[in-house]
Nanobody, 129 residues
Framework: HVQLVESGGGSVQAGGSLRLSCAAS????????MGWFREVPGKEREGVAT????????VYSASVKGRFTISQDNAKNTVYLQMNSLKPEDTAVYYC???????????????????????WGQGTQVTVS
């Protein structure tokens, strides 16, 4: 059983930075994808960034590309999301997710398909004002 625990959320002024962490426990090595998603009330949860746990290939949504960076530390079983140049529209609950499905094994570019991600964290609030 895998548990994902996010940390690092908080409140920041526009233009500021935050770093989110997602620590995995249990069966800690997740093939094939880890990702960050975010959700605001009244909207669907959307993908922000993903990373292939084997090869390190990353994917970003258009809204965060160039501002956010996803990375992983396999020794610590932790995935990070460095968020720079934050905007008020980045305000959301951010969720860490992990997926090991057969579909995800077929690509190096982990997609933003929520149904493929079996493991989810509890979420951490990010507020940008």
């Amino acid at each position: 059983h895998v548990q994902l625990v996010e940390s690092g959320g908080g409140s920041v002024q526009a233009g500021g930075s935050l770093r989110l962490s997602c620590a995995a426990s249990g069966r800690t090595y997740i093939k094939w994808c880890m990702g960050w998603f975010r959700e605001v009330p009244g909207k669907e949860r959307e993908g922000v960034a993903t990373i292939h746990t084997g090869g390190g290939t990353t994917v970003y949504s258009a809204s965060v590309k160039g501002r956010f960076t996803i990375s992983q530390d396999n020794a610590k079983n932790t995935v990070y999301l460095q968020m720079n140049s934050l905007k008020p529209e980045d305000t959301a609950v951010y969720y860490c997710a992990g997926g090991s499905s057969d579909n995800l094994s077929l690509t190096r570019y982990c997609p933003f398909l929520r149904k493929e991600y079996r493991y989810w964290g509890q979420g951490t609030q990010v507020t940008v004002s």
